[in-house]
Every structure is written in C-alpha cells, then in structure tokens.
C-alpha cells in the first residue's frame, strides 16, 4: 500500500502540520488540523497509481477498507466564514463552528446543498505529521528485508533502551529464506534498524551512536540504516558517517561473518515493485548474479555497502592480513581519509 512515493507525499500532505513560532523571545509549537483534500483530487491519484502498477493494495477503496481516509462534508459557517470539515457522524441541523465555537443552522436551502462538497481526511496514525513520524519508512524497511513468505521476521519499533540511554527505530529476528528454501534449523539473525524518511542529513552523529551502542551489546547482529531518499541525496556527512560505521562493524569476526554487518537501504529498494533483484535490474540494466542471493542478509550487507559506499568485500581484504604492519596502518590511513572526505 504504502510503496508509491507519489502515495507517501499525498498523505503527508493531508497530515497534521507543526510550524514553530518566535514568541516574545521564545519558541512554541503551533498545531494546525489535518488538511482534507477534495474527493475527487483524491480519487484521480489512485486512477493514475493504477494505470502505473497492477495490484488490488494501489485501488482507493483498499485504503477506505483499511481506514486510512474518512469521507466529510465541507460547511460554510456563516458567522466567521470558515469552511469547517464534518464527519458524517458529526452533521446535525445546528452543527457548531470549529473555528468560532457558534452554532449555526444547517441551510437545507437547494442552492446551498448544491454548492455542498464531499472531503477525505486521513484518520488515526495517518494523521501524524512528517511522514507518521518515519513510520512508513520503518514499515517500508521491513517490508523489504522480507518481502515474500518463506522469509520469517518477528519486530518491535520504536524502542527507548534506558539502560543505554538510547532510542532505535526497530529490531527484529529475521530468517532467512535462503533462495525461497528456509530450513527451520537456520537460527534467525538479530536485525538493528535506524529508518529515516526524506529529512536531509538525518543520518547523524546521534543515530549512527545509538546504533552503535546497541550493536555493541550483541555480536553477530546485523545493523540497518535505510531512508525513503536516493543515494545521490545524501550528504557527503551522512556517506562518510555510514562508510564509518561499515567498517566498524567488520572490526572483527563472529561466527565466520563480520562482527556487525551494515545495511544500507534508499528509495530504490524501499519502493521496489517486486524485490531487490529487480529494483536494481530497472537501474543498471542487467541482471544480479543467480548465485548472489539477496535474501541472505549478510549478502545483501556487503553488496549495498559496495554499491553505495564504495567498499570492497570484507573477504577481499584477507589478503591485507599477510601484508607489513606498516603498510596495513597506511591502507587504514588512506581509507580513513577517503571516509572522511
């Protein structure tokens, strides 16, 4: 439902807007109600979402039968001239002015039930504002780390850890699907996730540390870190951050595999159509290897960090361990300065 990006930005734009004000010398935030839309604004969104992908989850009626929109009526007060929006439930013959507080009589009059027109406003937590408050990325990241049936995970979101003094977006066990084939013997892996939606630099110093700390705590736990933002509108900051934090959690091994394998996720796999493989396919027009298997998720860390971090695979440096100490604190060196830069 919530994999259309045209989708995201119409419901964020009927959301509860918050604007901070300058007053006498202090900072205060101001709520404004959530913004209706015109029924048929809405309806022509949902005709175009289907013209464009095939799918009963792109048609309005899904998103009716799941409460994300509620149909009202837009009134006229005629004391303060403010246009109120009232729920079905909410009409009556005197119905009271949300702005003005006055009652008023409802016209019945035919010119004025003619002017009358019908509204959506997004109900519940669609009503939050800044994107549900990153909930659609959240939902979204886990969406695609499992995206089919046979791949098993079990989440929490939105965690504050006290004894860390920290908070993080979600964890969750995954197993994977191994090609489609999971065997129940497989343990499932810890998944440790910071999502962001379209804030630019929202990967910072304060995230990618609170990731730390808490992966810290469990080797052998995979990091992510995905945003609804493609690569090429990351900050050089926010790359260096995620190129640092990569490459710590390959600082040694657990179990064969890098100590905390990172994932980094962007639009282009938070809005795939079908999978990974095919996201990438519509972009670099080729195939990803059949023996590359995305599913895995220690594969899938060490293909994103090559792809948008520019980082060779994590075994392709064993062959650094034979070098002179001296040339091996060099090779840092030049990679620390390349993170930073």
């Known amino acids: 439902m919530f994999a259309d990006l045209k989708t995201l930005h119409l419901l964020n ?22 913004r209706s839309k015109n029924i048929q604004e809405v309806r022509k969104h949902f005709i175009d979402r289907e013209k464009g992908s095939f799918g009963f989850w792109n048609k309005l009626d899904h998103f009716l039968d799941r409460s994300v929109f509620r149909a009202g009526l837009s009134v006229h007060c005629p004391v303060c001239s403010y246009h109120n929006w009232f729920a079905v439930d909410d009409l009556s013959y005197k119905p009271t002015c949300a702005r003005c507080l006055n009652p008023f009589d409802f016209s019945q ?49 939105g965690l504050r850890l006290e004894p860390l003094k920290c908070e993080i977006d979600f964890v969750a066990w995954h197993q994977s699907s191994r090609m489609m084939h999971t065997d129940e013997r497989d343990e499932p892996l810890l998944v440790l996730g910071e999502a962001k939606s379209f804030g630019f630099g929202s990967i910072n110093d304060e995230a990618i540390g609170a ?40 600082r040694k091994t657990h179990q064969g595999q890098p100590i905390n394998p990172l ?77 930073a830069h």
């Open 13 to 34: 734009e009927m959301a509860e807007s918050h604007t901070e004000v300058n007053r006498h010398g202090g900072r205060t935030v101001r709520s404004t109600p959530d």
């Open 109 to 157: 009059a035919p010119e004025d039930l003619h002017r009358l027109k019908w509204y959506y406003r997004v109900t519940g937590p669609f009503a939050a504002p800044d994107y549900a408050r990153g909930a659609y990325a959240v939902a979204l990241t886990l969406r695609t780390l499992a995206p089919h049936s046979s791949s098993k995970i079990t989440w929490s979101t």
């Open 211 to 250: 990731l730390k700390k808490v992966a810290e705590r469990f080797p052998g736990a995979v990091m992510v870190v995905s945003t609804l933002r493609e690569i090429g509108r990351y900050s050089l900051a926010e790359v260096a951050r995620l190129r640092h934090l990569a490459l710590w959690g390959r």
């Open 263 to 339: 994932i980094v996720l962007t639009e282009t796999e938070l809005f795939s159509k079908h999978n990974i493989s095919n996201a990438w396919k519509e972009i670099d027009g080729k195939e990803v290897r059949p023996s590359v298997d995305l599913y895995d998720l220690h594969t899938l860390a060490e293909m994103t960090q090559h792809r948008y971090l520019g980082l060779q695979s994590h075994w392709d440096r064993s062959a650094e361990n034979s070098l002179p100490e001296p040339m091996r604190k060099l090779l840092s060196a030049i990679r620390g300065r390349a993170a």
